[in-house]
């Protein structure tokens, strides 16, 4: 008999998958504004030449990555009486709510050295702020279920959320910025509204969730052991592989497209259209691949998501400047490769942390999702910092039309990079060794070894 016959669905109430994940707004909204705009705003607002910038998105970007671990681990080691990952929730929400707005101010500062350190300061307060609440919610998913297709659904509520808020921000921003004469004001009091919205789904979380599967929690804090640990881990190297490949893609494309949108289609003005259309297509997307991962597994759901998110990045790379209406039919439907980099990926973590607890007899979630977004954010800092570089050596001009070099530059790095790196998702995927049918097996050894560990003969 398959073992899956003998585990019962663990069907999550409706209001429990509501609160988690509304929790993504907070992380959504801010990552979103960032991605899009944040790159654009250093250049044409704050005024930093591409081979300034292009430090502040390393620095900040390569401490983004190291925090997510020790953040993870700190965790998954936490006593209190409100568990492993809530305390951060409380104690961290007001924080990434002004530090978020730290970073949209433009200091009064004639020294654009001054201005990049100001900017590489304000990153990482942020970041960290950022972390001390994300990672362990995060971490949050595989302590509420432990069903397979359940995982899916919670994910699929998260993601739901986050491309509602993130088609909101993406809306949004360009709206409030427009509206100002003067560009730092508006970006300021857009980031004024999005920081205080930011913290209040974490307070939620706070007091309307509880860590039903939480073990024992760990009582060393040794990074490089723990490193080591996931690393050790087989699924857990394709998982990350997964992951790498098709978020460093969303951090490019993001980065790139209101450069693409201003200076290669020259509509500015259409900026908040296009995300809108990007962010409801996903939205769109989010239950199209959450039903496709029931029916056909979640690795074929994949494959087909990142194909056809390939053929869109292809064609944007390729479409004349005069092409509006292509490049609005094409905003329209790249949702569900989007989707399926925001859904999958996510939904087959906790699967790797159980092989690890099979295989070891602990919980270490708040590592593994420390480790995997380091690994993701050292990709995305290196690639976002090398996007400026192309930019200043090709003769980026803030504010101006570009030259041909530029624009090449702008078309190859948002249509021809992304299908490399969509490619290798899809073969990190092809690799993964755990199916649904794999996995129920391993959820009924667990279930097994719990009973003897708690019930020793």
């Known amino acids: 008999m398959n073992s899956a016959t003998n585990l019962p669905s663990e069907r999550l109430p409706f209001r429990t998958k509501l609160i988690y994940g509304f929790g993504d707004w907070g992380n959504t909204t801010t990552t979103t504004i960032f991605a899009f705009f944040f790159a654009f705003f250093l250049t ?4 930093l030449p591409p081979v300034y910038a292009a430090p502040v998105l390393l620095v900040g970007g390569i401490w983004d990555a190291i925090n997510d671990p020790l953040v993870g681990i700190l965790s998954d080691r936490m006593r209190s009486r409100w568990g492993r990952r809530r305390p951060f929730f409380l104690f961290g929400a007001i924080p990434f709510a002004l530090t978020f707005i730290m970073l949209w101010w433009v200091p009064p500062f004639e020294s654009i050295a001054a201005k990049a350190i100001y900017y590489t300061f304000a990153y990482i307060l942020w970041d960290t702020c950022f972390t001390l609440v994300c990672v362990p919610y995060e971490a949050l998913t595989p302590e509420l279920s432990e069903d397979y297709d359940e995982r899916t659904r919670l994910t699929g509520y998260r993601m739901a959320v986050s491309m509602g808020g993130g088609m909101i921000a993406a809306i949004v921003v360009p709206l409030i910025t427009d509206a100002f004469v003067r560009k730092p004001d508006g970006y300021l009091l857009m980031a004024v509204i999005f920081g205080l919205l930011a913290a209040v789904p974490y307070l939620l979380l706070f007091f309307n969730t509880k860590e039903r599967y939480s073990a024992t929690p760990l009582t060393e804090l040794n990074i490089l052991k723990a490193f080591k640990q996931t690393m050790s881990n087989r699924p857990f ?19 790139l497209f209101q450069y693409y ?15 809108g259309l990007i962010q409801g297509s996903a939205l769109i997307g989010v239950p199209i691949m959450v039903k496709l991962s029931d029916k056909l597994e979640k690795r074929m759901a994949y494959f087909i998501g990142m194909a056809w998110w390939i053929v869109c990045m292809l064609m944007l790379a390729v479409m004349p400047s005069d092409a509006t209406t292509f490049a609005i039919i094409l905003a329209a439907v790249v949702g569900p490769g989007i989707a399926a980099a925001h859904v999958i990926p996510w939904s087959i973590v906790p699967d790797v942390i159980e092989a690890d607890e099979l295989a070891t007899g602990e919980r270490r979630e708040g590592a593994y999702y420390g480790f995997l977004v ?84």
Do not use: C
């Open 261 to 275: 949108v201003t200076y290669w289609l020259k509509q500015p003005d259409s900026l908040a259209m296009f995300l």
């Open 44 to 47: 044409d607002i704050a005024h």
């Open 237 to 255: 190297r394709f998982a990350a592989g997964i992951y790498l490949t098709a978020w460093v893609t969303v951090a490019l494309v993001t980065a």
């Open 374 to 457: 380091f690994i993701q954010k050292t990709g995305s800092a290196v690639t976002l910092a090398a996007m400026q570089l192309v930019l200043g050596a090709t003769g980026y001009v803030a504010d101006q039309p570009q030259n041909d070099g530029t624009l090449l530059a702008i078309r190859l790095m948002i249509g021809l990079v992304p299908a490399v790196l969509l490619s290798a998702s899809i073969w990190f995927a092809w690799k993964y060794p755990i199916t649904k049918a794999q996995h129920a097996e391993m959820r009924t050894a667990l279930a097994a070894k719990r009973l003897k560990d708690e019930h020793p003969t």
